[in-house]
C-alpha cells in the first residue's frame, strides 16, 4: 500500500485548522496578523496548534470547550507550529519567560504575557484537566460575557 506523506500530512494540517475555525478561534498566518491581533486591548487567549498527535489531540478539545465558560478572553486566536513558521516565531517573541512548545496556550492582556498552558501541561493530561486549567486563568483575568 503506497500513501502519500504529504497528502496525509495536508488532511491532517487542514483539519487542525477547521477545527479551530470552527470552535471561533482566528488563523494568524503572517508576522501582520500577529501583531495587528496582538496589539487589540483586552485579553487574548493564543492557541499554539501542532499537529502533534498526542498532545494536540488533548489541546484542540481543550481549546474548543474551556471558551464555554461565564468569563472568557475578548479575543481567540491561533498560530500553527510548524505550518505557518514565521507567524508562530512572532507570535512567540511576545512570549517573554516561556521557551517555544506547542501545542500551548498563551494569555495575554493588552499584548502583554500573562500566562501560558505549556506542552508538558497538556501532554499526558486529560482534556478536561487543561480546560480547568484555562478556565482558572480565565475566571482570574479575564471578565464576563
Do not use: I, Y
Given at each position: 500500500m503506497n500513501i502519500d506523506f504529504?497528502?496525509?500530512m495536508n488532511d491532517v494540517v487542514r483539519t487542525a485548522r477547521e477545527e479551530m475555525d470552527a470552535a471561533g478561534y482566528e488563523q494568524l498566518k503572517t508576522v501582520e496578523d500577529?501583531?495587528?491581533a496582538f496589539?487589540?486591548?483586552g485579553t487574548?487567549?493564543?492557541?499554539?496548534?501542532s499537529v502533534c498527535g498526542c498532545a494536540g489531540g488533548i489541546a484542540r478539545p481543550a481549546a474548543t470547550h474551556a471558551v464555554h465558560y461565564d468569563k472568557r478572553p475578548n479575543h481567540l486566536v491561533t498560530v500553527f507550529a510548524g505550518q505557518?513558521?514565521?507567524?508562530?516565531?512572532k507570535a512567540r517573541d511576545y512570549f517573554d519567560g516561556y521557551p517555544p512548545s506547542s501545542p500551548s496556550f498563551a494569555l495575554l492582556k493588552?499584548?502583554?504575557i500573562i500566562t501560558m498552558v505549556e506542552r508538558h501541561e497538556i501532554e499526558g493530561h486529560a482534556p478536561m484537566s487543561v480546560i480547568n486549567k484555562l478556565q482558572g486563568y480565565f475566571e482570574e483575568h479575564c471578565e464576563e460575557v
Open positions: 504529504n497528502m496525509f500577529v501583531d495587528a496589539g487589540r486591548e487574548t487567549l493564543v492557541m499554539v496548534n505557518d513558521k514565521e507567524a508562530t516565531a493588552d499584548g502583554k
